[in-house]
């Protein structure tokens, strides 16, 4: 009997259910049919210019993504938001390496909230390639197949006699070819496999290549549709005054001034507050300032950073549930030749998407309308409907482009989708609730702010061989058995083999909203794990890397993390000359595997970031020009945390508002980032997110190289380089 390889088996279970062969080509009536493209309603069209005709999307049919026009033409669906991040271009790349068809005639579009088709549509933990590697790949290929049975009987000849090839299937015998546009039709009405057969990367055309991605032309010429583009006939604007405590809620308000602002039409109460309804942004926002509210500010008035930061303190001596125990941690340290306690501690971040949030609702008494930069099409639908009262296969929510998601606009972050339903329910009008930068960043779901007590030793030779990491933090909302799994991401799973490991955490509870934030957990227990695995080295006169290569080495699995560090080190020149003045740090990210070498100066105590060396094993690569994209923004957005970033509360309040007092990582600023891409052939995995985390660790190692100084609390700037 032979054993079916795990992926081997996610094929068949996805070919063997009971999959509708409309569901590959959009057909209507078992036909493909030409139908004018819908100019709203049905999703974000990308990529090349509209044929005149094509299949549109079905309803209530699984697995439809592939459509084929009479005119050779290719439009694949997408259930992937597209916040910037490429998942259109690189689903869109599985699907047409299976499919065998002409890249120059795809075409991708955002696919409709549609679960019956595409069941739980979402975007969230660098999940776009990875939980679509199997499915997309097996449904391209199912649809190859039915489109070579169909030529095959038109030719009357065996399907093993006829490939597939750009675009066409091949008799090759004669040499005749068919075109897929020509087969659609006849292919359609075919059964769907049960079983294919997927390529080997070997094969691969499509996937590995850097194509253009298919939606930077409709970027470029404008006709890109993102949430603030979204303008329906008639449609006002709505501005939210919301309790600036947290957990505060209105006690009464009015609004009779702010009606006499010029283009103010409404003034009404929401569950989140008060909205200012207008002809106009400006005229919204202008009535807002003139509203008069009082707050029941709860108990939340009396919170403070640094109240916040006691509570964890106090909290940590508690006992927290055990995530990761091995060998004996308090025999360990009783034995260690030297050992060392260390305090880490990150604050709350806001994400700071360039475009802030804003959803358009229109409520029609029976159904409804929304236009929504979502990360998660059908939790919004979901949301829009319980709060309009209606089904939610009442709502058709059109998903748009999105300006920057990194997680705000993701499963339970849709404060500003149920504004603008609360809204739109009051007023007889499409309505588009906008938050300005202030409210995008004071009413924001937060990074946790994390404390970590860190202590070890080393043994006699100095080798780190005991690693203690008591974490506190607020929960993700995902408690097992006493710990947060994401809560300690990035420490519990410390890759170094050292015999006595222990990794507790406890919840830290406040009133400040937290969700996930790119790299959640990671990006503050990488900067915590191995900061202090560096103290660990310097405790025992080791050289960072060549402990981290000797703790490796022990575990056969890891091999791919060994390896990228290698790559990382030899590329950066680690351990070589410098110029003057200038300093190496490096880290490593167990997650998504990578490895960093930060090249830093420090003059005068300014910090400068010269460049940053990135090794990256994904598994295999989709498309190598867009995974170099993501390494750089993750890099720089892990820069701006590192550097700058800080969400301080005062009186329950948060204190930043804009980018003057909450800055990111400028042009100036930004390294050299160099970014080498491992070949590999596992199957891929999240890109967007893991670089984050990595470079925090990087920069700070490199700091203590440079200064013999240990940064423990981020941000950087809070500190004296000097």
């Given at each position: 009997?032979?054993?079916?390889?795990?992926?081997?088996?996610?094929?068949?279970?996805?070919t063997?259910?009971?999959?509708?062969?409309?569901?590959?080509?959009?057909?209507?009536?078992?036909?493909?049919?030409?139908?004018?493209?819908?100019?709203s309603?049905?999703?974000?069209?990308?990529?090349?210019?509209?044929?005149?005709?094509?299949?549109?999307?079905?309803?209530?049919?699984?697995?439809?993504?592939?459509?084929?026009?009479?005119?050779?033409?290719?439009?694949?669906?997408?259930?992937?938001?597209?916040?910037?991040?490429?998942?259109?271009?690189?689903?869109?790349?599985?699907?047409?390496?299976?499919?065998?068809?002409?890249?120059?005639k795809?075409?991708?579009?955002?696919?409709?909230?549609?679960?019956?088709?595409?069941?739980?549509?979402?975007?969230?933990?660098?999940?776009?390639?990875?939980?679509?590697?199997?499915?997309?790949?097996?449904?391209?290929?199912?649809?190859?197949?039915?489109?070579?049975?169909?030529?095959?009987?038109?030719?009357?000849?065996?399907?093993?006699?006829?490939?597939?090839?750009?675009?066409?299937?091949?008799?090759?015998?004669?040499?005749?070819?068919?075109?897929?546009?020509?087969?659609?039709?006849?292919?359609?009405k075919?059964?769907?496999?049960?079983?294919?057969?997927?390529?080997?990367?070997?094969?691969?055309?499509?996937?590995?290549?850097?194509?253009?991605?298919?939606?930077?032309?409709?970027?470029?010429?404008?006709?890109?549709?993102?949430?603030?583009?979204?303008?329906?006939a008639g449609?006002?604007?709505?501005?939210?005054?919301?309790c600036?405590?947290?957990?505060?809620?209105?006690?009464?308000?009015?609004?009779?001034?702010?009606?006499?602002?010029?283009?103010?039409?409404?003034?009404?109460?929401?569950?989140?507050?008060?909205?200012?309804?207008?002809?106009?942004?400006?005229?919204?926002?202008?009535?807002?300032k003139?509203?008069?509210?009082?707050?029941?500010?709860?108990?939340g008035?009396?919170?403070?950073?640094?109240?916040?930061?006691?509570?964890?303190?106090?909290?940590?001596?508690?006992?927290?549930?055990?995530?990761?125990?091995?060998?004996?941690?308090?025999?360990?340290?009783?034995?260690?030749?030297?050992?060392?306690?260390?305090?880490?501690?990150?604050?709350?971040?806001?994400?700071?998407?360039?475009?802030?949030q804003?959803?358009?609702?229109?409520?029609?008494?029976?159904?409804?309308?929304?236009?929504?930069?979502?990360?998660?099409?059908?939790?919004?639908?979901?949301?829009i409907?319980?709060?309009?009262?209606?089904?939610?296969?009442?709502?058709?929510?059109?998903?748009?482009?999105?300006?920057g998601g990194?997680?705000?606009?993701?499963?339970?972050?849709?404060?500003?989708?149920?504004?603008?339903?609360?809204?739109a329910?009051?007023?007889?009008?499409?309505v588009?609730?906008?938050?300005?930068?202030?409210?995008?960043?004071?009413?924001?779901?937060?990074?946790?702010?994390?404390?970590?007590?860190?202590?070890?030793?080393?043994?006699?030779?100095?080798?780190?061989?005991?690693f203690?990491?008591?974490?506190?933090?607020?929960?993700?909302?995902?408690?097992?058995?006493?710990?947060?799994?994401?809560?300690?991401?990035?420490?519990?799973?410390?890759?170094?083999?050292?015999?006595?490991?222990?990794?507790?955490?406890r919840?830290?509870?406040?009133?400040v909203?937290?969700?996930?934030?790119?790299?959640?957990?990671?990006?503050?227990?990488?900067?915590?794990?191995?900061?202090?695995?560096?103290e660990?080295?310097?405790?025992?006169?080791?050289?960072?890397?060549e402990?981290?290569?000797?703790?490796?080495?022990?575990?056969?699995?890891?091999?791919?993390?060994?390896n990228?560090?290698?790559?990382?080190?030899?590329?950066?020149?680690?351990?070589?000359?410098?110029?003057?003045?200038?300093?190496?740090?490096?880290?490593?990210?167990?997650?998504?595997?990578n490895?960093?070498?930060?090249?830093?100066?420090?003059?005068?105590?300014?910090?400068?970031?010269?460049?940053?060396?990135?090794?990256?094993?994904?598994?295999?690569?989709?498309?190598?020009?867009?995974?170099?994209?993501?390494?750089?923004?993750?890099?720089?957005?892990?820069?701006?945390?590192?550097?700058?970033?800080e969400?301080?509360?005062?009186?329950?309040r948060?204190?930043?508002?804009?980018?003057?007092?909450?800055?990111?990582?400028?042009?100036?600023?930004?390294?050299?980032?160099?970014?080498?891409?491992?070949?590999?052939?596992?199957?891929?995995?999240?890109?967007?997110?893991?670089?984050?985390?990595?470079?925090l660790?990087?920069?700070?190692?490199a700091?203590?190289?440079?200064?013999?100084?240990?940064?423990?609390?981020?941000p950087i700037?809070?500190?004296?380089?000097?």
């Amino acid at each position: 009997m032979t054993t079916k390889t795990t992926e081997q088996a996610a094929i068949d279970s996805a070919t063997t259910a009971n999959i509708s062969r409309r569901g590959f080509f959009g057909v209507a009536g078992g036909l493909i049919l030409g139908f004018a493209l819908p100019k709203s309603g049905s999703g974000q069209q990308i990529g090349i210019p509209p044929p005149t005709i094509f299949a549109p999307p079905p309803t209530g049919k699984p697995m439809s993504y592939i459509h084929i026009a009479p005119d050779d033409s290719i439009t694949f669906w997408i259930t992937k938001s597209e916040m910037g991040q490429g998942p259109t271009t690189a689903c869109s790349q599985m699907l047409a390496e299976e499919l065998e068809c002409d890249w120059s005639k795809v075409r991708a579009q955002i696919a409709p909230v549609d679960p019956a088709s595409f069941g739980h549509q979402t975007t969230v933990g660098s999940q776009a390639v990875r939980t679509t590697w199997v499915p997309l790949r097996t449904a391209g290929a199912q649809a190859r197949e039915m489109l070579i049975q169909a030529a095959a009987q038109r030719w009357n000849v065996p399907a093993t006699q006829c490939k597939a090839e750009n675009g066409y299937v091949v008799n090759t015998s004669t040499n005749a070819k068919l075109s897929y546009g020509n087969l659609a039709e006849d292919a359609g009405k075919l059964p769907v496999p049960a079983s294919v057969k997927l390529k080997d990367p070997s094969e691969f055309k499509i996937i590995g290549k850097a194509v253009k991605r298919l939606d930077t032309r409709a970027k470029v010429n404008g006709q890109a549709e993102f949430g603030l583009d979204a303008r329906p006939a008639g449609m006002l604007y709505a501005v939210m005054e919301r309790c600036p405590v947290f957990g505060g809620k209105v006690a009464s308000f009015d609004g009779s001034k702010a009606k006499t602002v010029a283009g103010v039409k409404d003034v009404v109460a929401t569950s989140r507050g008060v909205a200012v309804v207008a002809n106009n942004t400006w005229a919204a926002m202008q009535g807002r300032k003139l509203l008069t509210v009082q707050w029941d500010e709860g108990a939340g008035a009396t919170v403070s950073s640094a109240s916040i930061r006691q509570m964890f303190v106090d909290r940590t001596k508690e006992p927290g549930g055990i995530a990761r125990k091995e060998g004996d941690v308090a025999a360990g340290l009783a034995k260690a030749a030297k050992k060392i306690d260390a305090v880490y501690d990150v604050p709350y971040l806001a994400h700071a998407p360039m475009e802030p949030q804003n959803c358009t609702v229109h409520f029609k008494g029976d159904s409804a309308e929304a236009w929504a930069p979502t990360q998660s099409p059908t939790t919004t639908r979901a949301v829009i409907a319980q709060a309009l009262g209606l089904a939610p296969e009442k709502v058709n929510v059109h998903v748009t482009f999105i300006g920057g998601g990194f997680g705000r606009r993701g499963e339970g972050e849709l404060d500003f989708a149920l504004d603008a339903a609360e809204v739109a329910k009051q007023v007889s009008a499409p309505v588009k609730v906008v938050y300005s930068r202030e409210d995008d960043m004071q009413h924001d779901y937060y990074r946790p702010a994390a404390y970590a007590e860190l202590a070890g030793g080393v043994d006699a030779e100095g080798w780190p061989s005991v690693f203690q990491a008591k974490l506190c933090c607020p929960s993700f909302g995902q408690i097992r058995d006493g710990v947060d799994n994401t809560g300690v991401a990035g420490i519990a799973n410390i890759p170094y083999a050292m015999p006595d490991i222990l990794v507790d955490w406890r919840e830290g509870k406040t009133i400040v909203p937290v969700s996930y934030w790119r790299a959640p957990g990671n990006n503050q227990n990488v900067y915590f794990g191995e900061c202090f695995f560096d103290e660990l080295c310097a405790l025992g006169g080791k050289d960072p890397l060549e402990a981290r290569r000797r703790l490796l080495t022990k575990d056969p699995k890891n091999a791919r993390m060994l390896n990228v560090l290698n790559i990382a080190a030899e590329r950066a020149g680690y351990g070589k000359k410098l110029p003057a003045g200038h300093f190496h740090g490096i880290a490593l990210h167990a997650g998504a595997i990578n490895a960093q070498v930060a090249e830093i100066s420090i003059t005068k105590g300014k910090l400068k970031v010269h460049k940053v060396t990135c090794a990256f094993d994904c598994g295999i690569v989709i498309n190598p020009g867009i995974l170099r994209q993501q390494v750089e923004g993750a890099i720089v957005f892990g820069l701006a945390a590192a550097m700058k970033g800080e969400i301080t509360l005062e009186k329950g309040r948060v204190v930043q508002g804009n980018f003057h007092n909450y800055d990111v990582t400028r042009m100036d600023e930004s390294p050299v980032i160099d970014t080498i891409i491992v070949d590999s052939k596992e199957s891929p995995v999240g890109a967007g997110e893991s670089c984050n985390p990595t470079v925090l660790a990087a920069v700070v190692n490199a700091i203590y190289a440079a200064t013999k100084k240990r940064v423990r609390k981020l941000p950087i700037r809070t500190m004296n380089l000097a």
